[in-house]
């Protein structure tokens, strides 16, 4: 299996556009996290899936984060509109249950928003 | 509110020195606690720990838990520059894994 798997590895993007990141699950896992990590604040969990329906999503900072899961093993989070203190390193993680089990991570997104 | 915290917040060793890394924990419904390393990008999964006592090895380095204490220690010997890395525990509440800051270890040659 080629683990979890985002993209992109790198975006630049100017205040205010539209950022979309993407997360593939490894195959039969079924729960997906979000995090995002800063120097300030180290790793932060955004939101939860468990079998593709947001568990918990109270990490997600402002209504300009939104995020999806069309199908078992794909995901998207999206800023819009972006801002410099969005810029981070955001990684997805899937775990197959939610108990006695790893999460396993991706390489991550590092975004820059400037 | 849920809390991590590990300590120290870095560390610079030489090589072949023995360390030992700190998480304190309070969350609540408790599963598991697991014990990741992270060089340059993603997190990697070291130990998973959920019953007191249990001492886990993997060859250098190994970890205990105390579920009454609420804290787990990571011990590395005879450490290699190839050990340098941030160090996050995660205690998993069934929700979430809730991640510590992370001790940054340094191991000069």
């Known amino acids: 299996d080629a683990g979890v798997i985002q993209s992109p590895r790198h975006e630049v993007t100017e205040m205010g556009q539209e950022v979309t990141l993407r997360c593939k699950l490894i195959s039969g896992h079924n729960s997906l996290f979000w995090y995002r990590q800063t120097m300030m604040r180290g790793l932060e969990l955004l939101i939860y899936f468990n079998n593709n329906v947001p568990i918990d999503d109270s990490g997600m900072p402002e209504d300009r984060f939104s995020a999806k899961m069309p199908n078992a093993s794909f995901s998207t989070l999206k800023i819009q509109p972006s801002e410099p203190r969005d810029s981070a390193v955001y990684f997805c993680a899937s775990s197959l249950g939610r108990v006695r089990t790893e999460a396993f991570f991706g390489q991550g997104t590092r975004l820059t928003v400037v | 509110e849920d809390k991590v915290v590990q300590s120290p917040l870095s560390l610079v060793v030489h090589e072949g020195d023995t360390v030992t890394l700190n998480c304190s924990y309070e969350?609540?419904?408790?599963?598991?606690l697991l014990w990741y390393k992270q060089e340059k990008k993603a997190p990697t999964f070291l130990f998973m720990l959920?019953?007191?006592?249990i001492e886990k090895k993997s060859g250098r380095l190994s970890s205990i838990l105390d579920k009454k204490e609420l804290f787990s220690i990571l011990n590395i010997t005879a450490t290699q520059t190839g050990d340098s890395a941030v160090y996050l525990c995660a205690p998993n509440t069934g929700n979430q894994f809730y991640f510590g800051t992370g001790t940054s270890l340094t191991v000069i040659p």
């Open positions: 959920t019953s007191s006592g």
């Open positions: 969350v609540t419904n408790f599963r598991s």
